[in-house]
Every structure is written in C-alpha cells, then in structure tokens.
C-alpha cells in the first residue's frame, strides 16, 4: 500500500469547516484514499473513501487532486463531537476484501474548539 | 445491528496468567481482524481470518500469541502467558466479504478491550 503523510494535529473552531490534507504521492491506478477517525477510548470508525473522483456522504466530503497525489476531508461544519484522530489510508481494492488488511499511520489529532 | 461485540471491555491480569479476548463479528461479516493499539506503536494489525481461515498471521508478535475463529460468529485471541508488555486496547474489526451487498462500508471496529497485565 502506498504511504501516506498527515500533519501532526489541526485544530477547528466549531462551527467551521476542518480540512484535512493527506499525501499519498506515491498512489497507485487501483489504489482506493479511505479516511478513517478514532474518537478517544473508542473503535476506529469508517468515514469516506474515494478513488479518483470528489465523493461526499453524510459525514464528510473527500476531494483527490486531479493527479490523486494528495487529497482533502472536509467536515462542513465540525463539532466538538468531533474531535478525534483522523486517518488517511491508501490500500488496493474496493470497500468489501477480506483478503486486504487495513494500515493505520499516526493520523491527524483534530481538536475542534469553540 | 448490535455492531462487533468485543469482551470484557477492561481486563486487569497478573503477569504469567492466561488472558482470552473475545469477539462476535457483525452477521454475515465474513473477515475479522484483531488489532493492538499502544501509544507507543499505534494501531497494529495482529492477524485476520477469512471464511474462519487465519490468511496472515505476521502481525503476531509471539507464539504467546495465538487467535482461532471456530465460526463464523466468535473469534478469540489469547495470550500465555502474559507479560506487562502487552498491556493494550486490543481492538476487533470485521468486514463482508467481495460480491456481499451491504450498506454498512468499510471496516466495523468493536469499541475493544483494555488489558493491563500488572
């Protein structure tokens, strides 16, 4: 899988859009970007995932470059609920393959304030 | 949907006892993972079964270690004996299978065991 590089830690006033950067330059054609956050004392919990276009689900938005060498999550309006560790992680394959392991880095330790 | 179910949540053992963690993956969930999370090496994939068969084990760190899934909804890890280095939030995770329709994306992590080994 190819790596991945985060910032350390951002910090968000609520209310505002958190955007976080990941670079994957090293990405592959068949490579998926999946973003992943772990709010204190709990499981790692899924959050979007894209291969080269911008997706946006309930939770997030994820835009790739158009050379998918780097991407961006944006939460629209972040809350202090969410406040976690966010993880950006390249691996082969679609969403489903129980055959693909799934490598966390160090992320990004967003604290959103008021 | 009750999610991956891990038990106990906390777990506090003596240094050379035997200590099993559990986990009941989501139905229809056809691959489990266990990982480890420390401070000092974040999250570590252990091991993953598919269809019940262990397919990579390399993340184990011992032959302390070892992990069985009997069928397809209980798996268990168990260390002995255990060492204060093991101290961690051992989390399980499962995921369907390719071809398995589901609304449910991605990895579902368990909320997990904390083991202090003492």
């Known amino acids: 899988d190819a790596k991945t590089t985060q910032p350390t830690s951002m910090d968000c006033a609520e209310g505002r859009a958190a955007n976080l950067p990941c670079n994957h330059s090293?990405?592959?054609?068949?490579?998926?970007v999946y973003w992943y956050r772990q709010i204190h004392s709990q499981g790692p919990q899924y959050i979007i995932h894209?291969?080269?276009n911008n997706e946006t689900n309930e939770m997030a938005s994820l835009i790739i470059t158009e050379d998918r060498k780097s991407s961006t999550l944006i939460l629209p309006h972040a809350t202090l609920r969410d406040t976690a560790v966010y993880y950006c992680?390249?691996?082969?394959?679609?969403?489903?393959?129980?055959?693909?392991?799934?490598?966390f880095g160090t992320g990004t330790q967003l604290k959103v304030e008021l | 949907d009750a999610g991956v179910i891990q038990s106990p949540r906390h777990e506090v053992t003596e240094m050379g006892q035997e200590v099993t963690l559990r986990c009941k993956p989501i139905?229809?969930?056809?691959?489990l993972f266990w990982y480890r999370q420390t401070m000092m090496r974040g999250l570590e994939l252990l091991i993953y079964?598919?269809?019940?068969?262990?397919?990579?084990d390399s993340g184990m760190p011992e032959d302390r270690f070892s992990a069985k899934m009997p069928n397809a909804s209980f798996s268990t890890l168990k260390i002995q004996p255990s060492e204060p280095r093991d101290s961690a939030v051992y989390f399980c995770?499962?995921?369907?299978?390719?071809?398995?329709?589901?609304?449910?994306?991605?990895?579902?992590f368990g909320s997990g065991t904390r083991l202090t080994v003492v």
């Open positions: 992680i390249v691996r082969v394959g679609g969403l489903t393959g129980g055959g693909n392991k799934l490598t």
């Open positions: 090293t990405i592959s054609g068949n490579e998926y």
């Open positions: 894209g291969l080269k």
């Open positions: 139905s229809g969930h056809n691959s």
């Open positions: 079964f598919n269809n019940n068969v262990p397919i990579d």
């Open positions: 995770a499962s995921n369907p299978n390719p071809g398995q329709g589901t609304p449910n994306y991605g990895y579902t």
